[in-house]
């Protein structure tokens, strides 16, 4: 039987009911402080602990090599001051320090040598447009 759940508890203590009677007697303290009292062996003091001869301390285990990349990432070195490890190289102004797609100059005019960056895909007239004078059928099929 064992222990009731929460819910029997409930309905016995409704019930009015005495819960140690519905415990079973595996369950109970008494019970356990007699099945464990011969095993139960208190442990001596320091001073009756044996000195081992040999060296009881633990070693570190053998390191292994991993197939593959390792698993830690790469420690960068330290950086020298006054070395500058990476230039920056603006096309549009053949300068260093920033590149074209940080340029917060304006752009230098381009001489037509050179591609445009973003060509418009059409030409805009500023003429009005033709209209012929003969008549146009316009068929829906």
Known sequence: MGIPCEHGVHV?????????TRVSEYCKNNTY???????????????????????????????????GPPRTQRKRRKKMPGLVTKLRFCSRYQKNGHNRRFCKLLPIPSD????????????????PPVIPDEDVTISLH
């Not at 139960?40 to 197939?67: E, S």
């Not at 040598?113 to 003429?127: D, K, L, V």
């Open 33 to 67: 402080k007699v099945v464990y009292e011969p095993i139960w062996i208190p442990i001596k003091g320091i001073k009756q602990w044996k000195i081992l001869k040999t060296d009881p301390r633990v070693r570190a285990p053998i390191p292994t090599v991993r197939a």
């Open 112 to 127: 037509g040598n050179t591609r445009p960056t973003m060509a418009p895909s059409f030409t805009m007239s500023t003429e």
């Open 12 to 20: 016995l203590g409704l019930a009015n009911v005495d819960l140690t």
